[in-house]
């Protein structure tokens, strides 16, 4: 096991309601003056934002709104939430919605405490010294961002995604009601269920030994999202399915997942060109992209891939065939993708394979030749896996 | 699943040599003044406590040192302690030891912020607002405490044995470096795996339905202990099978193995009467009368249990009998435990049938008619469970 710091500060207010204690914990937390930061319609709608709202002029918090925020969130509203936060005085931001309110807030939270263009923190001209406080409301079970320190910004210019993580914007708290969750879409439900899976499966093909724990935590996350996501695609009125799969996503990604040893995040990282150039959903991105990269990568240390498809997928094990069992559990993600109504190539994202050498190029590997994980990727090992994404794989 | 609110904010360092991060940690926590607090002279003869010092020394710190902290932690060592630190004006605690060092140096923390006798917070005769801050750098694998909000306290005027918990005595860092453990006596480190297993099966005998998460966050942390404990009983240098259990340790009591639902702490109840008597290790006490508690109380819910017995010892579900199902999974604890050295009825640790009416007697049950728990349980239902563990059960 390799030495490690595990750090997750987050209060989480877990339960059907408790968007009516925002107020309260925005003054627990020292907040005085607060940024509402949202996505679409649908927080108001819903009337989940006017309860957040009664529940700050009942603490008379003073709030501001801002709405808008796009799947994918961009560079241009975080300029405008800079805007507003220096304008009102604000020194609280509270984010109602799901991973691109919360990546957006995060990124208004560092920019509204430096001087230059926040984009420097993304593209690694500058390091961020400090960020303003920020909490969440999450609205769906998916991104873990409501628990991590990591946001990711696409500049609007150029279709340019890139992710960044620092302890400056883990959510001071975040409130999670399973409730709010059961009006969402089949699709984003899954594409949702399929990004938390991803979260694990990139901590767990690792290439450190010996770190049981934390591969059995991975599991325990990954058969429970397994056994609750068909019930709510059954039944989107679950609430304990939504509650196991919203709690799921957040242990998915504080890390605990991934401690004491490598990672791998080329799945995230060749999905993120996908999403960049056609404004697909990540979790569909992600649906397209992973096994496809499994099936790559596997004999690079098949027996991982083995005990993965034994314990998460109740393969029987073949020592004798250990890559027969490591393809039958690849196989079962894919059944399972499908199963919840997620695509399985190119096709169905609308994505072209003739923009395989764009992807490659626009993705991090071009530029430096080769990007680490459990397996090193060439731009021409990322151009395969593509093409493997484009025809939905072999197995 | 049953509202929750949940807090981890501990900041954990965990690897080989770290006790050299020791100092700069506590500059980072804000500490200038700093009461070493720990047990025997191992931690002095090991040089533990030298290298904590020298980190403390290299960032100019001043510390000073309250040793004779004894296992099951007594009160007068903590009034001790409370006027160390109103005399040298200390403003950080950090502990070097297990449970009992933390456990003491929490105690401490909390009757330092306090006018009247801190024996006032275990016997509910006030309520804590205010602590010291605690860090610690953990040498056994066992109590969690060094990422809990616990703290067991011994009065040694009549033996009584209580626990507190508030979030005011959470660590703000805990050092955790596995290789210090490699000294450990095989007993002692088979007593922590108890201590940690217990932790987890008092949050998975549970009244709510479908948690799952939690459910499989329990099964992971018991497959992991029961995977490496063996390991490190045949081999105690085996560095990731050591790191392994001491992580399982914190995850086992950070209490996300159980939110959302209700929990039973019965088994450590009972057992804090058996060492508050005979001064028989807390583990090792667990070890007698948690099987029995088990087998006393099955039929509350013997699906449960076979659940338990399928998922984590792998023994095969009989639907049609599921309480032959639980009956073996509990053999299989008992089998299990028995294997790592530990005892199995009071005969082993001294231990005396006859003083079951007095060990009653003094459980908070007489006082009170009812334990609440899994299966509430009366006067007669204790009685019941510790003649059961006398014998070492029926199974």
Tied chains: 1, 2.
Excluded at 65 to 90: C, F, H, M, Q, S
Excluded at 212 to 235: F, H, Q, S, Y
Excluded at 261 to 276: F, I, K, T, V
Aim: charged share 20%.
């Amino acid at each position: 096991m390799d030495r490690f710091d595990f750090y997750s500060p987050t209060y989480f207010v877990f339960g059907d309601g408790r968007e009516s204690e925002t107020g309260a914990y925005v003054k627990k937390f020292g907040g005085s003056r607060v940024l509402l930061h949202f996505g679409s319609g649908s927080v108001i709608r819903s009337g989940l934002l006017e309860r957040v709202s009664e529940s700050l002029k009942k603490e008379g918090i003073p709030f501001f709104a801002l709405g808008g925020v796009k799947p994918n969130p961009r560079d241009t509203l975080v300029y405008e939430g800079i805007e507003l936060v220096a304008k009102e005085n604000i020194d609280f931001i509270v984010a109602v919605g799901g991973g691109s309110a919360i990546d957006s807030a995060k990124a208004i939270a560092l920019g509204s405490c430096y001087e230059g263009d926040f984009w420097d923190f993304w593209c690694g001209k500058a390091e961020p010294k400090k960020a303003l406080p920020v909490a969440t409301v999450l609205t769906i079970a998916a991104a873990g961002s409501e628990g991590s320190p990591s946001t990711v910004i696409t500049k609007e210019e150029g279709g340019i995604k890139r992710g960044l993580t620092t302890d400056l914007v883990r959510p001071k708290f975040s409130v999670m009601n399973p409730a709010l969750t059961e009006t969402l879409p089949a699709y984003q439900t899954a594409c949702g269920v399929t990004d938390i899976m991803a979260h694990v499966f990139e901590r767990y093909f690792t290439n450190t030994k010996n770190v049981e724990m934390t591969d059995r935590l991975c599991e325990a996350t990954l058969l429970t999202v397994i056994n609750e996501a068909p019930k709510v695609i059954k039944n989107p009125n679950d609430y304990d399915a939504r509650a196991n799969i919203m709690w799921a996503g957040t242990v998915a990604h504080t890390d605990i997942c991934g401690v004491g040893r490598s990672q791998d995040w080329n799945s995230h990282g060749l999905e993120h060109e996908l999403s960049g150039l056609y404004d697909v959903a990540h979790g569909a991105g992600l649906a397209v992209v992973m096994p496809a990269w499994m099936e790559y990568v596997m004999n690079h240390d098949v027996m991982r891939f083995a005990q993965a498809a034994n314990r998460i997928w109740g393969v029987s094990m073949d020592f004798e065939h250990p890559e027969l069992t490591a393809k039958k559990g690849i196989k079962a993600f894919r059944t399972f993708l499908k199963s919840i109504g997620m695509p399985q190539n190119f096709s169905e994202i609308g994505a072209l394979e003739a923009d395989i050498p764009a992807l490659v190029e626009k993705h991090p590997v071009s530029a430096s030749g080769k990007v680490g994980g459990f397996m090193d990727l060439t731009p021409e090992d990322c151009a395969n896996i593509y093409t493997l994404a484009a025809k939905g794989g072999t197995l």
